[in-house]
């Protein structure tokens, strides 16, 4: 199983790129990047759950 912080990692660093505008002209790169991100998110609650600790915060909160 993933480390909690790759699976984050990833996460971030699909969210970055969404954000590029080369990325945003392209819609049809949106949908597959969105699900690769929600996957990562998911999977990564899903780590952290299992291990019983916060030790790493998604960037979404990070940044409050």
Request: charged share 45%; net charge negative; hydrophobic share 35%.
């Amino acid at each position: 199983m993933a480390e909690p912080k790759d699976l984050l990692e990833a996460a971030d660093a699909i969210h970055n790129v969404r954000n590029l505008a080369a990325v945003q002209r392209h819609k049809e790169l949106d949908d597959p990047l969105g699900q690769a991100e929600e996957w990562a998110r998911k999977e990564y609650r899903k780590v952290r759950e299992e291990n019983g600790r916060d030790a790493v915060k998604p960037e979404s909160e990070r940044h409050e």
